[in-house]
Protein backbone atom coordinates (compact mmCIF):
# COMPACT_ATOMS: atom_id res chain seq x y z
CA UNK A 1 0.00 0.00 0.00
CA UNK A 2 2.47 2.39 0.59
CA UNK A 3 5.21 1.38 -2.24
CA UNK A 4 1.93 0.68 -5.23
CA UNK A 5 -0.40 2.79 -6.12
CA UNK A 6 -3.27 1.42 -8.40
CA UNK A 7 -5.65 4.65 -10.29
CA UNK A 8 -8.49 3.92 -12.55
CA UNK A 9 -9.12 5.88 -15.47
CA UNK A 10 -13.26 6.18 -16.31
CA UNK A 11 -14.15 6.31 -19.95
CA UNK A 12 -17.82 7.35 -18.84
CA UNK A 13 -18.49 10.56 -20.50
CA UNK A 14 -21.53 10.40 -17.90
CA UNK A 15 -20.26 11.55 -14.41
CA UNK A 16 -23.62 10.26 -13.13
CA UNK A 17 -23.01 6.98 -14.38
CA UNK A 18 -19.21 6.96 -13.54
CA UNK A 19 -20.22 7.68 -10.04
CA UNK A 20 -22.87 4.87 -10.30
CA UNK A 21 -20.34 2.25 -11.44
CA UNK A 22 -17.55 3.21 -9.18
CA UNK A 23 -20.00 2.36 -6.41
CA UNK A 24 -21.52 -0.17 -8.02
CA UNK A 25 -17.99 -2.35 -8.38
CA UNK A 26 -16.74 -1.18 -4.59
CA UNK A 27 -13.77 0.40 -6.83
CA UNK A 28 -11.72 1.42 -3.21
CA UNK A 29 -8.57 2.36 -5.38
CA UNK A 30 -8.64 6.03 -6.95
CA UNK A 31 -10.88 6.06 -9.65
CA UNK A 32 -10.46 9.56 -12.13
CA UNK A 33 -12.54 10.02 -15.22
CA UNK A 34 -12.08 13.24 -17.40
CA UNK A 35 -15.32 12.77 -19.29
CA UNK A 36 -14.28 12.53 -22.33
CA UNK A 37 -14.77 9.18 -23.48
CA UNK A 38 -12.65 6.98 -25.52
CA UNK A 39 -12.00 8.95 -28.05
CA UNK A 40 -10.16 12.18 -26.67
CA UNK A 41 -8.25 13.10 -22.98
CA UNK A 42 -6.69 10.56 -21.36
CA UNK A 43 -7.69 7.11 -23.72
CA UNK A 44 -5.94 9.31 -26.48
CA UNK A 45 -3.06 10.60 -24.48
CA UNK A 46 -2.33 6.59 -23.89
CA UNK A 47 -3.44 5.17 -27.11
CA UNK A 48 -5.86 3.12 -25.51
CA UNK A 49 -7.52 0.66 -27.90
CA UNK A 50 -9.40 -2.02 -25.61
CA UNK A 51 -10.31 -1.96 -21.92
CA UNK A 52 -9.47 -2.78 -19.51
CA UNK A 53 -5.82 -1.53 -20.81
CA UNK A 54 -3.19 -1.66 -17.79
CA UNK A 55 0.15 0.43 -17.30
CA UNK A 56 2.60 -0.62 -15.55
CA UNK A 57 4.31 2.90 -14.33
CA UNK A 58 8.04 2.51 -12.16
CA UNK A 59 8.98 4.64 -8.89
CA UNK A 60 11.15 6.99 -12.10
CA UNK A 61 7.56 7.54 -13.72
CA UNK A 62 8.73 5.25 -17.08
CA UNK A 63 6.10 3.14 -18.66
CA UNK A 64 7.65 -0.07 -18.28
CA UNK A 65 4.82 -2.27 -19.81
CA UNK A 66 1.19 -1.91 -20.99
CA UNK A 67 -1.05 -5.00 -21.46
CA UNK A 68 -4.85 -5.24 -22.38
CA UNK A 69 -7.39 -7.82 -20.59
CA UNK A 70 -7.19 -9.08 -16.98
CA UNK A 71 -6.74 -13.01 -16.22
CA UNK A 72 -6.29 -14.22 -12.56
CA UNK A 73 -2.68 -13.65 -11.80
CA UNK A 74 -1.88 -11.30 -13.95
CA UNK A 75 -0.60 -8.84 -11.78
CA UNK A 76 1.82 -11.19 -10.19
CA UNK A 77 2.82 -12.50 -13.60
CA UNK A 78 3.53 -9.15 -14.66
CA UNK A 79 5.20 -7.65 -11.99
CA UNK A 80 7.58 -10.81 -11.48
CA UNK A 81 9.26 -9.97 -14.87
CA UNK A 82 10.77 -6.94 -13.04
CA UNK A 83 12.75 -7.66 -10.08
CA UNK A 84 13.21 -3.81 -8.92
CA UNK A 85 9.41 -3.72 -8.04
CA UNK A 86 9.25 -7.61 -6.50
CA UNK A 87 9.18 -5.17 -3.29
CA UNK A 88 5.53 -3.48 -4.04
CA UNK A 89 3.30 -5.99 -3.50
Known sequence: KDNLAIVGISM???PKLW???T??????WTNLSDGKGSYAGASSLYG???????ILINPLD???ERWEGFSSGIFK???NKYPDLKNLY
Do not use: C, F
Open 19 to 21: AQA
Open 12 to 14: DVN
Open 48 to 54: IAGMPTY
Open 23 to 28: KRDSIT
Open 62 to 64: TIV
Open 77 to 79: EKL
